[in-house]
């Protein structure tokens, strides 16, 4: 099982939850979990396009998916995945 460590903005679908513990696979495949037990974080992760959003950065082990294989990065066993929201304003 692999932990998804959410954001504050997101935790309105996850009852609150900081984290939520999810099978292992693929990321696309543990978001797809990840909507299966918290209906509507997704549309707040993909663009209509199934793409991560450019604004949402994705790290597994402390290492951007973007520079690894993307939505399909392997998701092991105890592997930690964070959900960060790029910040704005000023």
């Known amino acids: 099982m692999a932990t998804v460590y959410i954001p504050t903005p997101l935790r309105k679908f996850t009852n609150n939850k900081s984290q939520v513990v999810l099978g292992s696979g693929t990321v696309a495949s543990l978001f797809s979990e990840l909507e299966n037990s918290c209906p509507g974080v997704k549309t707040q992760l993909y663009n209509a396009d199934g793409t991560i959003k450019r604004y949402i950065n994705i ?6 998916i973007r520079n690894l ?7 092991e066993d105890r592997d930690e995945i964070y959900i960060v929201p790029a910040m704005a304003g000023g």
């Open 59 to 64: 790290f597994v082990n402390g290492k951007d």
């Open 69 to 75: 294989a993307g939505q399909e990065t392997v998701v």
